[in-house]
């Protein structure tokens, strides 16, 4: 059975445009795949602390010599890479916030980005552990950035996925959200036609 991991980032819970597309990807691949499973993490609602001496800790120290608070941080990164493992596709809500990603979502990745489980370095350099997987990724963003300098998010994420051996990224930007009615509608609806022939 194929599964769907969704990663939701919007601090926004309504009226969210990256939760609106999130919505209808997910409606679109049940469609196709309707006995798939479904796995939503949201981790605006839900945060996972940032990286911290404990997380760490917690990945470098043998068990017997962590404190509880060492422990509790590496079993929330085995349980993130846990749902990651699982997945067969990654859906990534990630609107812009200052040019680039949500600090939540940062964090899920500071959780999931482990040596030796999700990638590993060889005497060639670091090989992603992950090959196989597809990553799709909604961006929502008030002004337009796709290709130009100041998109700090496609390049991070295409590094970041690929660093764990996802290299099939697809990208659907929903741009020009703050820039009138006008711009914000033509926005959506490209967004909403690219994800269509992604989904």
């Not at 422990?71 to 990534?92: C, F, G, K």
């Amino acid at each position: 059975m194929s599964q769907l991991l969704v990663i939701e980032s919007s601090a926004r819970h309504e009226g969210s445009i990256s939760r609106q597309l999130t919505q209808d990807f997910i409606a679109q691949w049940q469609a196709q795949q309707p006995h798939a499973q479904v796995v939503v993490r949201d981790v605006a609602k839900q945060p996972l602390p940032h990286l911290d001496g404990d997380l760490l800790a917690g990945w470098m120290l043998p068990k017997a010599e962590q404190s509880a608070a060492q422990q509790a941080a590496a079993l929330r990164s085995d349980q993130a890479i846990e749902q990651l493992l699982a997945a067969d596709v990654l859906l990534l809500a990630a609107p812009m916030y200052n040019f680039s990603i949500p600090s939540t979502l940062k964090a899920w990745f500071d959780h999931v980005l482990r040596a030796g489980v999700t990638f590993k370095y060889t005497e060639q350099g670091p090989q992603g552990l992950l090959s196989g997987k597809r990553a799709v990724v909604l961006t929502a963003r008030g002004g337009v950035h796709a290709g130009l300098p100041s998109d700090h998010q496609e390049a991070y994420l295409r590094q970041v996925l690929g660093f764990m051996g996802i290299d099939d990224v697809q990208f659907v930007h929903a741009e020009g959200l703050n820039m009138g009615q006008d711009s914000a509608t033509q926005g959506l609806n490209k967004a909403q036609q690219a994800l269509a022939r992604v989904a």
